[in-house]
């Protein structure tokens, strides 16, 4: 969905406003809140206390009433010195991290968003937005963060766009706002198809395919740890060694897996991404070793594990051609 | 409107006991303010209504119908009359009814604006020592419900479990503390503009008057009414006096002056009000003086008798009564010269002697026929008439009592009082006394006012009360004009002129001290009243004449106001950029030196370290960067090689930085 505030190009008087307001550009990261970037308006509730205030003081200043008359000019003090307030409680904030793990397209992206700043002024309740998605930001000896959530679409880079700090403390009468419009966007992997075939297992004729000892063979010894079954405890090799000794068997391990872009030929190029996303996972979840061939690279892999799926769904996102479905 | 209420978040308990004890605050000192049966009704349903509300959530439709009933209610007990007590019970009124209402955090704010007009309606109805402390306290309470709320909003859990009652008591004394900085940092502007903001000299619009008019003088009287004035201790003026002090017989303080008596109640005449005042011989003694009038609803100002002339827009009529254009409902203040008068309207006009000697047919028969048979006995002449005043004089002193407990009068009021109860205070006193002079044949009028006055000792001047108020006769005499007659003084001199400094000479040592105490507390009021309650248009054109500025005009004060504000608010400003401020002086130096490097393109990145940046720095142009090398290694060392580093090589490190500029040597560096 998009946000009135956080994509740049939109039309109407608010948008335009918008592209005046700092920064006008992706920034890197650290970024500092200083006075050239934070904006104060007041709320509502300020309007109604303004209205309130005037009243006020029309009314004192006519029947020339000293303590009422004081009394809106005290509160109107106040209210000045709660602008003054809120603009501190942004000032001097420092952005140094936008980051978030990456997600399946379609899924939202929780975006973490590290803060810090000096630990004398307390700061607490701020408000981070990201289009219709807010966190609260409460620094605690100096550093915080909060996780908002960003909507994604398609794979690929998917730039956060701006995100908004803001806060009506104290009084609630203003608010205090600053953007942050980090550079560095956030992988999207590609959505894995919904329904679709197995994974490509029978093969034979793959290149890789390579037998594991069967399953009951010992594969080696090892010391005993809290938790382990007592049925695996190997009692005669502990007996010799005078220290508990476990066998640990190998799981029977099937041949690699390939995932081929060009097996799919018969699909169009997003349903093979998909599928091919899909066919990461699920060798994954099988803890299968799988390698992914993709045209114009280097295969990537036979492996497994967290940085190898990365490694293969980061390539299959970063494909040319991602377009928002 | 449905989208934002369903936005806006649920008031939690806290934040709904803080709305309505900070609302409730608020109206306790408007309800002391308003007659004591409505402020229990509007206090009561107020506290009901809150009690109800923190405990469920109430139905929406009653509210209008009760609403409704209050306003009613209210404004029949007014009888309809809409005026300033009325506006400000309506007021109290909707308060009461609002915390019903109090779901979420829009609700909370509604009910904290409004809350914060009561100490306002207050301050219009009353400005004492209470009313003020108590409408600070409910604003400072508001504050900090506005804080709470605003915590509720920003949906910050805080440091510590919010229900555990310890840290609520530490959240109550942060939120003070908050609060009481915001004031701070905005009360530099608020005291600019109110002292030099360019105040009206005549209201846009009059002030409405009350409904209920409190005790005080009025233009009529009759015997009886002042029964609860005159047990009214509170100030009425405070008079400080430059020069001679007047002896304690003779502070008579002139008031309304009645001529017209219909039986009952002497009131003032309208159209004598309307003529110049009468001529005078002034005697040789004249007291001059600064008298200050507390706040009442009405418009007559009161002077040491005679004065000798009316201050700037105040009018004097014939008979040396003096009215001010619109009721004194702020504390005012004039300075007037009074002299007793030789001769007090020498000549009296037969128009107004045939008013002053009118009286109604069918009243007071037998006073009537006393008059007739003391002037037969008396004769015809000056002389004979005053030896008739000093006879009616000796009579009461002879058999008349002084006493506040009267009966209430019958149709022949003052045959009652002559011949029958013989006992009374000053308002009997003097309308019979009246009437006897006029049966007489003796021209003779009522006069209104305070007598005595009790000297405070801290600040040298006189406080007349509200129970000093005092009624006493003038007669009109050949070659003497009007002559002062005081009946009440002849019977119950210590009623007219003892006053409370005579209280501790009687032994009381106890009521010494607190005589003492409550000297100090008038003086201080009195004080307080000088430097703000009477800032007015006039005071404020001569605010600057400790300066040798007189009468500041209206461009001037806007000028001074616009300077005054400006600095205020620069400071204000001053506290943001200290606020941004780098407070390492080093760190500061060292960004500085960057920001000189920046405008040659080549400033340093964020994320680059003080070395590489330096190299870099160096490598792109090695004569503008002479120093910066040997700079940022001690940077460098001061930044992560020891935080205990030892402060003067700290300092000698801002130094040097600051003297660093790219592509000059420093003199320290560079010894050729």
Not at chain 2, 539 to 561: C, E, K, N, S, W
Request: with cysteine; proline share 9%.
């Amino acid at each position: 969905m998009r946000s009135r505030w956080t994509e740049p190009g939109g039309r109407g008087p608010a948008a335009r406003l918008q592209l005046l307001a700092r920064p006008r550009q992706p920034e890197p990261l650290p970024v500092e809140f200083d006075r050239r970037r934070i904006y104060v308006l007041p709320t509502w509730f300020g309007l109604f206390f303004l209205l309130l205030l005037l009243t006020m003081g029309v009314g004192a200043l006519n029947y020339n009433n000293n303590p009422a008359l004081l009394l809106a000019l005290v509160l109107a003090g106040t209210a000045l010195a709660s602008l003054v307030s809120a603009h501190l409680q942004l000032s001097g904030l420092v952005v140094h991290a936008v980051n978030a793990e990456p997600v399946a397209a379609g899924r939202p992206l929780m975006l973490r968003v590290h803060v810090r700043a000096d630990p004398r002024r307390p700061r607490r309740g701020l408000r981070v937005e990201s289009g219709d998605s807010a966190a609260v930001l409460s620094l605690d000896r100096g550093a915080g963060d909060a996780t908002v959530e960003v909507p994604t679409t398609v794979r690929g880079w998917r730039h956060p766009g701006r995100l908004r700090i803001s806060t009506t403390r104290p009084l609630g009468l203003a608010r205090a706002w600053s953007w942050v419009w980090p550079e560095k966007p956030q992988l999207v992997y590609p959505a894995p198809e919904a329904h679709g075939p197995p994974l490509p297992l029978g093969a034979g004729d793959n290149v890789q395919a390579r037998l594991h000892p069967a399953g009951d063979d010992v594969h080696h010894l090892r010391p005993w740890r809290r938790g382990d079954s007592r049925r695996a405890i190997a009692w005669k090799p502990s007996a010799r060694r005078d220290s508990l000794l476990v066998r640990e068997y190998e799981e029977p391990q099937g041949a690699d897996v390939v995932l081929d872009w060009d097996e799919l030929s018969a699909l169009p190029r997003e349903a093979r991404i998909q599928r091919l996303a899909r066919w990461v996972d699920e060798a994954e979840r099988d803890q299968r070793r799988y390698r992914l061939v993709l045209p114009g690279q280097a295969p990537i892999g036979p492996g497994a594990g967290p940085a190898h799926r990365h490694a293969c769904l980061r390539a299959l996102a970063l494909l040319p051609g991602a377009v928002e479905a | 409107m449905a989208r934002r209420r369903k936005r806006s978040p649920l008031l939690d308990g806290s934040g709904k006991r803080w709305t309505l004890a900070a609302a409730g605050a608020c109206l306790l000192p408007l309800l002391l303010q308003l007659p004591g049966h409505v402020a229990l009704g509007v206090g009561g349903l107020g506290l009901m209504g809150a009690v109800v509300s923190l405990r469920v959530d109430l139905p929406a439709w009653p509210r209008p119908l009760l609403a409704l009933a209050l306003f009613g209610l209210v404004l029949a007990n007014y009888g309809f009359h809409f005026g300033r007590d009325t506006g400000c019970a309506l007021l109290a009124a909707m308060l009461a009814i609002k915390p019903m209402e109090l779901r979420d955090l829009r609700d909370a704010r509604s009910l904290l604006g409004f809350a914060l007009f009561a100490p306002f309606a207050t301050f219009l109805l009353d400005q004492g020592p209470l009313s003020l402390v108590l409408g600070l306290a409910g604003v400072v309470l508001a504050l900090m419900a506005m804080l709470r709320v605003s915590e509720l909003e920003s949906m910050d859990r805080g440091p510590a479990p919010p229900d555990r009652p310890e840290a609520e008591a530490r959240g109550a004394w942060r939120r003070l503390r908050i609060a009481g900085r915001l004031v701070a940092v905005g009360l530099p502007l608020a005291l600019a503009a109110f002292w030099f903001f360019p105040r009206m000299a005549s209201p846009m619009w009059g002030v409405p008057d009350r409904a209920v008019a409190r005790p005080g003088l009025s233009d009529t009287m009759s015997p009886g009414e002042w029964i609860d004035l005159m047990s009214d201790d509170s100030p009425a003026a405070r008079v400080k006096f430059d020069g001679p002090v007047p002896g304690p017989h003779q502070m008579y303080w002139r008031g309304p002056v009645m001529l017209d008596f219909d039986g009952r109640t002497w009131k003032r005449s309208e159209w004598l009000a309307g003529l110049p005042p009468a001529q005078v011989v002034p005697g040789g003694q004249s007291f001059s003086y600064e008298i200050e009038i507390e706040p009442t609803d009405r418009r007559h100002v009161v002077a040491l008798d005679l004065p000798l002339a009316a201050p700037a827009d105040v009018r004097m009529s014939r008979d040396f009564s003096m009215t001010a254009p619109r009721p004194l409902s702020q504390l005012r203040r004039f300075n007037l010269r009074s002299a007793p008068p030789q001769a007090f309207e020498p000549e009296l006009p037969d128009m107004l002697r045939r008013l002053a000697l009118r009286l109604p047919e069918g009243f007071n028969p037998r006073t009537r026929e006393l008059g007739l048979q003391w002037r037969a006995e008396a004769g015809i002449g000056p002389a004979a008439d005053e030896a008739i005043v000093r006879r009616a004089l000796q009579w009461v002193t002879d058999e008349f009592a002084y006493t506040m407990a009267t009966p209430l009068p019958g149709r022949h009021a003052v045959d009652e009082f002559l011949f029958d109860q013989k006992a009374g205070f000053c308002e009997h006193y003097s309308s019979a006394f009246a009437v006897l002079l006029r049966a007489t044949g003796i021209p003779a009028r009522v006069v209104t006012g305070y007598a005595g006055g009790y000297r405070n000792r801290f600040g040298d001047y006189w406080i007349i009360r509200q129970m000093d108020a005092h009624a006493w006769v003038e007669a009109w005499l050949d070659g003497r004009g009007w002559v002062r007659v005081d009946p009440t003084a002849a019977v119950a001199p210590e009623r007219i002129f003892d006053t409370l400094e005579d209280l501790p000479q009687a032994g009381f040592d106890v009521f010494g001290n607190m005589a003492a105490a409550r000297d100090l507390g008038d003086w201080l009021r009195r004080g307080w009243n000088t430097a703000f309650l009477g800032f007015d248009a006039a005071r404020q054109r001569q605010l600057l004449a400790p300066l040798g500025v007189r009468d500041l005009g209206v461009a001037q004060l806007v000028i001074l106001f616009s300077a005054l504000g400006g600095l205020a608010l620069a400071w204000m400003l001053w506290l943001v950029a200290r606020g941004e401020r780098e407070r390492d002086p080093v760190l500061r130096a060292w960004r500085r030196v960057g920001r000189r490097y920046a405008r040659l393109g080549l400033g340093p990145e964020p994320h680059e370290p003080a070395t590489a940046w330096a190299g870099r720095v160096v490598a792109a142009d090695p004569a503008a960067a002479k120093d910066l090398a040997t700079l940022s290694a001690r940077f460098t060392d001061w930044r992560y090689a020891g935080r205990k580093a030892d402060p003067d090589a700290a300092l000698a490190l801002a130094r040097d930085l600051d003297a660093h500029r790219p592509g000059r040597r420093t003199a320290l560096e560079d010894p050729t």
